[in-house]
């Protein structure tokens, strides 16, 4: 089983931003949290990860609680190519490379 | 750069019939990855390799096969196609983990596989 949860689906206005959040209660010390985003009729990419401190990059910023239960993926801008499945996993360092995905939460960016 | 290469893109199968979905990669991962997803629904593993010679069954790994005799390359064998194995395919990669950092997976563009 998945060990994250987030919300089915979600709405935004283009040019707005969007905060997707992700539950994450049995998170291990040695478990990185990824996100990922699939856009129709294409396989899922990367779009960024972390730890313990948030992380920005070109694509998004990370926000991650302070007791790590819990993690938001904030897209600044959002624009109508934002429009795709996102799903945040978890990756334990330490432990078995058994990568299980949810069903992710489907965003749709309005005009 | 190539990343991850499925192939065929396409594929129509009788019941009963076997095919190999191919997957390789030229970023020197050491682990790989295959994936199912039906539609509307969310990826399930079916196996998983994390070096060449070891492989290990995912969450759906019944009526598939796989094998890892290259780093490159981390083929999935279906022996006996049945209706309920029409999916898309999706074949992915990483570099090895280490305590000091995480990778991020690359994945191919997938195969889409009908079984009638």
């Known amino acids: 089983d998945a060990k994250t949860t987030q919300p089915n689906s979600m709405e935004s206005n283009e040019e707005e931003p969007v905060h997707l959040p992700c539950n994450h209660s049995?998170?291990?010390?040695?478990?990185?949290i990824h996100w990922y985003r699939q856009l129709p009729s294409q396989g899922p990419e990367y779009v960024i990860h972390?730890?313990?401190s948030n992380v920005n990059n070109r694509m998004a910023s990370l926000a991650i609680a302070e007791d790590r239960k819990s993690s938001t993926l904030i897209l600044h801008r959002a624009t109508l190519r934002d429009a795709a499945v996102y799903y945040c996993?978890?990756?334990?360092?330490?432990?078995?490379?058994?990568?299980?995905f949810g069903k992710g939460t489907k965003l749709t960016v309005n005009p | 750069n190539a990343g991850v290469t499925q192939t065929p893109k396409f594929r129509i199968l009788k019941i009963g019939q076997s095919m190999t979905l191919q997957c390789t990669q030229d970023?020197?991962?050491?682990?790989m990855y295959w994936y199912r997803q039906d539609p509307g629904m969310g990826l399930k593993l079916i196996y998983y390799?994390?070096?060449?010679?070891?492989?290990d069954k995912g969450e759906v790994p019944n009526g598939y096969n796989v094998s890892r005799s290259t780093t490159e390359d981390f083929p999935l064998r279906l022996e006996l196609a049945a209706p309920s194995q029409t999916s898309v395919y999706f074949c992915?990669?990483?570099?090895?983990?280490?305590?000091?950092?995480?990778?991020?997976?690359?994945f191919g563009n997938g195969t889409r596989l009908t079984v009638t």
């Open positions: 992915a990669s990483s570099r090895p983990r280490d305590r000091r950092s995480s990778s991020p997976l690359h």
């Open positions: 049995t998170i291990s010390g040695t478990d990185y």
């Open positions: 972390g730890l313990t």
């Open positions: 996993i978890l990756r334990d360092q330490g432990g078995s490379e058994k990568l299980v």
């Open positions: 970023m020197n991962h050491n682990y």
């Open positions: 390799s994390v070096g060449a010679g070891i492989t």
